[in-house]
C-alpha cells in the first residue's frame, strides 16, 4: 500500500519529537550515572558529557564508608514495601465497595475523595493533627499517615466497575461471598490496574522526603531521599562559601560526586523493578472472562 507524503512527513516530525523528548528525559540520567564513576576534578571542571572521565569507583568507595547512609538505605526500603502494602490494601477495601453504583451514598463519598484532590487541610494543621496523636518521630506516621492517594483510589475504583456483574454474579449463584469474590476473581482479573497503583504508590514512597523530613527527628528512621536532601543543602553551601574566593577546579574536592552516586543508589531500586511489572499493564487480561 502507498503512503502518501502527508503522512510519511507526520511520521518523521512525530518520530523526531518523540526521540527528543525520550533524550530529554533520559539524558539526566545518563548523567548522574556518568558523573557518579567520573573523577571529581573532572566534573567540577564540566568536563563530563556522555561518557565518565577519569573512571573511579572513589564516591561509591565513600558512600559505603558514610555514617548512616545504609542505615537510611533500609528505611527507603522498608518505608516503601510496607508503605505500598498498607496503600494497596486500604485503596482495595475503599474502591471495591465504591465500585459498586447501589451502594448507599457512594455518589456522595466518591465527590468527597475526589474533593481530596483539589483541597487539603495543608502543612500545619496536617502536622498538628499527627502530633496530636503521638505520631511524631515514629515510623507508623509516614507508614499509616499517607495510606490512601485520591487520584490511584479512583484509578481503581474505575477498574473494579469496569468489570462485568456477570462475572461477580456468576460467582454468587455458586455460593461465594463478597470476600471470596474480591480476593479469587476481582483481584486476579484486576492485576493490571493493581500493579500500576502498586508502581504509582512505590515510587511515591521511595522518593518521598518532605514529610520524612518533617516528622522524623531520629537519624535511625529517616529514608535515604532525607540523606540525599542533606547532601545537596551541604554542597550548596559549600559552593556559596566558595563564591567569595576563586574557586580551584583543580581540586579533588568530592561532595558532587557523591551525591551523584547516592542519586544513583536511588535510581536503581526502581530501574529494577519496573521491568517486572510492566508486563501487567498489557491491557486485555479480561477477555473471555465471561464467555464459554
Not at 30 to 52: D, Q, T
Not at 134 to 147: D, H, K, Q, S, V
Not at 165 to 179: L, T
Amino acid at each position: 500500500m502507498k503512503v502518501s507524503a502527508s503522512r510519511v512527513i507526520f511520521n518523521i516530525v512525530n518520530y523526531t519529537v518523540l526521540a527528543l523528548i525520550a533524550l530529554i528525559c533520559v539524558y539526566p540520567i545518563i548523567y548522574v550515572f556518568a558523573a557518579s564513576f567520573s573523577a571529581a576534578r573532572e566534573v567540577n571542571m564540566g568536563n563530563v558529557w556522555l561518557f565518565p572521565k577519569g573512571f573511579t569507583l572513589d564516591a561509591y568507595k565513600q558512600i559505603i564508608n558514610r555514617d548512616g547512609i545504609w542505615v537510611a538505605y533500609l528505611n527507603s526500603f522498608y518505608y516503601m514495601i510496607f508503605g505500598t502494602i498498607v496503600n494497596l490494601a486500604v485503596t482495595i477495601c475503599g474502591a471495591y465497595p465504591l465500585s459498586k453504583r447501589d451502594l448507599d451514598g457512594c455518589r456522595v463519598i466518591n465527590m468527597l475523595i475526589a474533593f481530596t484532590m483539589w483541597f487539603s487541610a495543608g502543612t500545619i494543621p496536617l502536622y498538628l493533627t499527627f502530633r496530636d496523636y503521638g505520631l511524631l518521630n515514629t515510623r507508623a506516621a509516614i507508614i499509616f499517615g499517607f495510606a490512601c492517594g485520591a487520584y490511584n483510589f479512583i484509578l481503581l475504583r474505575t477498574y473494579f466497575a469496569s468489570i462485568p456483574a456477570a462475572v461477580e454474579e456468576a460467582a454468587r449463584i455458586d455460593g461465594a461471598s463478597d470476600i471470596y469474590t474480591l480476593v479469587r476473581i476481582v483481584l486476579p482479573l484486576s492485576l493490571p490496574s493493581l500493579a500500576t497503583i502498586g508502581l504509582f504508590y512505590a515510587v511515591s514512597r521511595w522518593n518521598g522526603y518532605l514529610w520524612a523530613m518533617i516528622l522524623l527527628t531520629d537519624d535511625s528512621k529517616i529514608p535515604l531521599q532525607v540523606v540525599l536532601k542533606k547532601l545537596v543543602v551541604d554542597m550548596s553551601g559549600h559552593a556559596e562559601n566558595m563564591s567569595f574566593g576563586a574557586r580551584d577546579t583543580s581540586q579533588d574536592m568530592s561532595e558532587e560526586t557523591v551525591m551523584f552516586a547516592t542519586m544513583v543508589f536511588a535510581i536503581v531500586p526502581m530501574l529494577v523493578l519496573y521491568p517486572f511489572i510492566q508486563r501487567y499493564f498489557v491491557k486485555g487480561v479480561m477477555l473471555g472472562s465471561v464467555k464459554g
